[in-house]
Each structure stands twice: as C-alpha cells, then as structure tokens.
C-alpha cells in the first residue's frame, strides 16, 4: 500500500477528484457536503491497474484548518497538489506547498483539475515554478476533469509510476503511528486511526500513547476495513486498543514502541 495526502485547494475540486478515483465519498460531515468546503480529514483509497493500493488522506485548505491539515499529511510518503485551472494558485495553495516543504516530502504529482472549465496551461506553469522551488522539486503533472473524465486515465498512469517510485519502508523500524482519529465503539472501547510510516503493528502488541507515556495493548487492526493480524508501513491503520480510555486519547498523539 501506499499513502498519498490530497492538498492544494480548499474546495470540492480536490475532494471532487478523489470522489471520482474512488468512487468514495471523502467529506465525512455534512456540513462539508453543504458549504463546498473540507473542513476535517477525509479518506478514500483504490486499488491501481498494477494491483497496487492507493490510500488518500483528504486534507482541508482554508486557513482556520491548518492544524486538521498538518495532522493528516504529516506522515505521508508523498502528494497530489491540486490547482484548478479556473482560479489559479490560490492563497491556501501556498500555506499547503509550505507545510509540505517544512515536513520534508520529497514526492508528489501536480493535478490541475476543473480543465473542463478553463485552458490549464497558465495554472500548471505557475504551480510547478512554485513547486520546484521546494523539497517537492520537479513533479510529474497532469491535467484532468473529474466532471467529464478528461485527463483521468492519463492520472491513474501518473499515480502508478508515483507508487513505484516510493521507497520501500522498513517493516522493523520503531512503530510511531501518529493518531488523526480517536473514537469510541461500544463493547470493543478505543480505536485509534493513522498513517503508519514504517514498522509493523500486531495484535496483542504493547505500546506506548504518547506523550504521557501510558502503556495500551492492541486488541485489533484493520486497515482500510479489512481486519489483519499485523500491518506493516506505509499503511493506513485503525487499531482497537484496551487501557486508553483513561488518558482521553487525541488527534497529535502518538502510539510508539516501548
């Protein structure tokens, strides 16, 4: 598997694009569904011509989102900056671009999108002299509507060819899963989400929530639903943990190895 964050653009553009890879709904609120605008992370995934799974995590733009953006984008291996063709680069688009360059990511695919709507050739130029300037470097890029399919096949090549260059992570690297989601179901207790980097988690595992340092044991795993014994990185992962309900777990945590 590999996980790929969805940044660039505040509206419906991005999360319109990913609706239409998928065929999964990324905006979990409603509130996002009416306003036209992300607000929280958001998570969809496909499986590519080559087998390869895809994993998206959705991130918000505006401004008042940035913590929600960081939280989901933080442990991703790479990016799809997204500039629709109709507006340009946009102010979010900068705050977006320089989050990613201070995290370091090193890999990325630039997607002009609503090409249906406007010539993309202005909006691809300026995005990718902004992005070459930054840890991103030179990016493959593409153009595509999601309204009418134009672009779309040549995207999901640019996705293969993005998955195979990602380096492969290491399955005994120390686990240091940081958490985007926590939530409570009944009779099962804590579950914690987020995208595991590199190592490998598994069931009945000790480790440690972060930062009190309180030891929780992993009941169960899933990763994009599907339940597993033991999941290594880079993956997204949800994992049912006995002892966390006490310490009042949060999105900026983290599970680590003793």
């Given at each position: 598997?590999?996980?790929?964050?969805?940044?660039?653009?505040v509206d419906h553009g991005k999360s319109t694009l990913v609706r239409a890879l998928t065929g999964m709904e990324?905006?979990?609120?409603?509130?996002?569904?009416?306003?036209?605008?992300?607000?929280?992370?958001g998570f969809a995934w496909l499986t590519l011509p080559s087998g390869q799974q895809v994993a998206f995590v959705?991130?918000?733009?505006?401004?008042?989102?940035?913590?929600?953006?960081?939280?989901?984008?933080?442990?991703?291996?790479?990016?799809?900056?997204?500039?629709?063709?109709?507006?340009?680069?946009?102010?979010?688009?900068?705050?977006?671009?320089?989050?990613?360059?201070?995290?370091?990511?090193?890999?990325?695919?630039?997607?002009?999108?609503?090409?249906?709507?406007?010539?993309?050739?202005?909006?691809?130029?300026?995005?990718?002299?902004?992005?070459?300037?930054?840890?991103?470097?030179?990016?493959?890029?593409?153009?595509?509507?999601?309204?009418?399919?134009?672009?779309?096949?040549?995207?999901?090549?640019?996705?293969?060819?993005?998955?195979?260059?990602?380096?492969?992570?290491?399955?005994?690297?120390?686990?240091?899963?940081?958490?985007?989601?926590?939530?409570?179901?009944?009779?099962?207790?804590?579950?914690?989400?987020?995208?595991?980097?590199?190592?490998?988690?598994?069931?009945?595992?000790?480790?440690?929530?972060?930062?009190?340092?309180?030891?929780?044991?992993?009941?169960?795993?899933?990763?994009?639903?599907?339940?597993?014994?033991?999941?290594?990185?880079?993956?997204?992962?949800?994992?049912?943990?006995?002892?966390?309900?006490?310490?009042?777990?949060?999105?900026?945590?983290?599970?680590?190895?003793?």
């Amino acid at each position: 598997m590999q996980v790929i964050a969805t940044a660039g653009h505040v509206d419906h553009g991005k999360s319109t694009l990913v609706r239409a890879l998928t065929g999964m709904e990324p905006d979990r609120w409603a509130e996002e569904r009416r306003r036209g605008l992300t607000i929280d992370l958001g998570f969809a995934w496909l499986t590519l011509p080559s087998g390869q799974q895809v994993a998206f995590v959705d991130v918000p733009g505006h401004e008042r989102f940035v913590p929600n953006m960081l939280a989901g984008v933080g442990a991703v291996p790479a990016v799809l900056f997204t500039v629709a063709a109709d507006e340009g680069w946009m102010p979010q688009s900068e705050e977006h671009l320089a989050a990613v360059d201070a995290l370091g990511i090193t890999h990325g695919l630039l997607v002009i999108t609503r090409a249906d709507l406007a010539d993309p050739s202005a909006a691809l130029r300026g995005a990718r002299d902004r992005i070459a300037a930054t840890s991103l470097g030179q990016v493959e890029a593409v153009a595509v509507s999601a309204r009418t399919g134009q672009g779309m096949p040549g995207l999901i090549g640019a996705l293969e060819r993005l998955a195979g260059r990602l380096p492969v992570p290491d399955p005994g690297a120390p686990v240091r899963l940081w958490v985007d989601r926590s939530f409570s179901i009944r009779g099962s207790g804590t579950v914690l989400t987020g995208t595991l980097p590199a190592g490998t988690i598994s069931e009945r595992q000790e480790l440690l929530l972060a930062p009190a340092g309180e030891p929780v044991r992993v009941r169960g795993i899933e990763s994009l639903k599907q339940p597993a014994r033991q999941v290594s990185g880079v993956a997204r992962v949800a994992v049912n943990v006995r002892g966390a309900d006490r310490l009042e777990p949060a999105r900026g945590m983290a599970l680590i190895e003793p």
